[in-house]
Nanobody, 123 residues
């Protein structure tokens, strides 16, 4: 599967932004997918993941209650709705996929990555 993230940009603290990730391939619905982010000088960290059916979602504690992950298997899209953003959410955001139905929160568990989209939150 090939992934392409989009939707990043400059947003004020407290505002909202929606990231999208377009996936190619007929078997997108069989992949577990997620979002990771990497701030300057920091390691890539888990943000959220969603199971193949969309029935279960997982979030990092730092974004729980503010971000929502969703997917549209019919159209091969993955989304991350970001609400009440904070300055510490500033990072390059990556969508990722793994070809199993078991969710992972470690970046090493994902074999497919999009190119990243930059989110900058101004305070």
């Amino acid at each position: 599967v090939q992934l392409q993230a989009s939707g990043g940009g400059l947003v004020q603290a407290g505002g909202s932004l929606r990231l999208s990730c377009a996936a190619s391939g007929r078997t997108f619905s069989s992949y577990t997918v997620g979002w990771f982010r990497q701030a300057p000088g920091k390691e890539r960290e888990f943000v959220a993941a969603i199971t193949w059916s969309g029935g279960f979602t997982y979030y990092a504690d730092s974004v729980k209650g503010r971000f929502t992950i969703s997917r549209d298997n019919a159209k091969n899209w993955l989304y991350l709705q970001m609400n009440n953003v904070k300055a510490e959410d500033t990072a390059v955001y990556y969508c990722a996929a793994r070809s199993t139905r078991v969710v992972a929160t470690a970046a090493t568990g994902y074999g497919y990555w999009g190119q990243g989209t930059l989110v900058t939150v101004s305070s």
